[in-house]
Each structure stands twice: as structure tokens, then as C-alpha cells.
């Protein structure tokens, strides 16, 4: 019965949605180009809506503005609370994705066990990633779109510590070996993402926030982070 109700209540939900259904959705992503855990699950999400998605790669902070304004129909995925500053968009509860975030060295004497050991140094982020900019706030930071130029600047002694998500820079390893770069255990935080919709598709909330619920507790979306 349970499964019935929710069949029904996600064939209305798409029926009086139907002119939505018929184009496809636009996400824009930050993740560099690189197609994560984050974008799987919700390809996979959408899919089982019948309802067709494009994702585009763009620069973070320029990603957010596209989505808050409606240009893109919405974020593939940010931390909790982007909301209470962009406030055109909408988090759906469950999270998509955890992603651990570390520093990354050249100088091997360099020790970074929290956000505070990073003050005495140079630390690149990425621009537009909001948990990165919160936590090195007052530090000497520079911030610049892509991965790969923070770890060419790190190999050319341009900085002193790179921090970033290590799904990224693993991604960026593959492509381009670093040379005497190292990854600091432990990682500096482990961070859930969400998926966000502009507020002018509220109507597909419910079902799609369903979906993604039926996707956790099958174990869907913890094997895509695996």
C-alpha cells in the first residue's frame, strides 16, 4: 500500500508538472568539469521521474548566481545553508553526496590537524566554495577556479597549503601527476551536499525530495560516495 501511495502521489505530482517534464532541466556544477558521485545520483534521480537533466560546468561562485537567478533551473550540489544567502533556492533534505575535504602540501614539516593550524601559511581554495571561504576567513587566501592551478601554484612554492575536496584533486592527479605534492591525514572536515532547485520548479520538490529518500535507503547513493 505504502509503495501504491507513493506511485500515485508522484504521477500527480508529474502530471501537473508536465510541461516541466517535457525539457529538460538545467544544473550547473562546480565540480570542475569532472563528473562526481554528486551528478550520478541525481542523473539517476531525475531519470526515475521520467524527467529529462543537462548539467553544465561552471565556476562556483558563478554557478550559484546562474541558479539563484533562474538562468539554470538549479544547483547539482552545495553544503547546507547556501539557502539562507541565495535565497531563489531551495535544499532538498536529503544529502547527495559527503565529500572529505583535505590540505595538501609540498613542505612535508608543514602539520595541519584543523582549520586554525592553517593561519601562519599561504593557502589556496577554491573561489566560490562557501564552507572554504567561511573556515580561512581573516587568513592569507587566494582564490582561484580550478584545482590544477592551485597545485601548479603549490609545486611552483606559490603556496604553502592547498585545500580542497580530495575527490578533486584525485581527479586532477589523474590527469596531470603532481610532484612532491602530499595529502595530510586526517582530513580538515567531511561535508553533505545537497541538491538545490529554483524556486520557480517548487511543485517537483516533493516528488523529487521522495525519490532521493527511496535512493538513501536502498543504499543507492552511499555506494555511488564509496
Known amino acids: 500500500m505504502q509503495i501504491m501511495l507513493k506511485f500515485i502521489l508522484l504521477t500527480i505530482l508529474l ?3 508536465s510541461s516541466l517534464a517535457q525539457t529538460a532541466l538545467i544544473f550547473s556544477s562546480s565540480s570542475g568539469g569532472n563528473f562526481t558521485a554528486s551528478e550520478l545520483v541525481l542523473t539517476e534521480a531525475y531519470a526515475r521521474l521520467n524527467i ?5 560546468f561552471t565556476p562556483a561562485e558563478r554557478s550559484l548566481r546562474l541558479a539563484n537567478k533562474g538562468i539554470v533551473d538549479g544547483e547539482v550540489f552545495r553544503k547546507k545553508g547556501i539557502d539562507d544567502v541565495y535565497t531563489n533556492l531551495i535544499r532538498l533534505p536529503v544529502p547527495i553526496n559527503t565529500i572529505e575535504i583535505a590540505a595538501f ?5 608543514i602539520k595541519i590537524t584543523n582549520w586554525g593550524d592553517l593561519r601562519p601559511y599561504r593557502v589556496g581554495i577554491r573561489r566560490g566554495i562557501k564552507v572554504l571561504e567561511s573556515a580561512t576567513a581573516g587568513m592569507t587566501v587566494v582564490s582561484v577556479s580550478r584545482v590544477e592551478q592551485l597545485l601548479k601554484m603549490l609545486e611552483k612554492d606559490r603556496l604553502d597549503v592547498v585545500v580542497v575536496s580530495k575527490v578533486l584533486a584525485n581527479k586532477s592527479f589523474e ?3 603532481p610532484n612532491n605534492i602530499y595529502m595530510l591525514n586526517p582530513p580538515l572536515a567531511k561535508v553533505e551536499l545537497y541538491h538545490y532547485i529554483h ?7 516533493p516528488a523529487i525530495s521522495q525519490v532521493l529518500k527511496d535512493m538513501e535507503q536502498e543504499g543507492f547513493i552511499n555506494n555511488q560516495s564509496k
Do not use: A
Request: no cysteine; aromatic share 4%; glycine share 0%.
Open 15 to 17: 502530471f501537473t508538472n
Open 52 to 56: 529529462p537533466i543537462s548539467i553544465v
Open 105 to 109: 602540501v609540498k613542505n612535508r614539516n
Open 175 to 177: 590527469s596531470s601527476p
Open 199 to 205: 524556486k520557480k520548479h517548487i511543485k517537483l520538490v
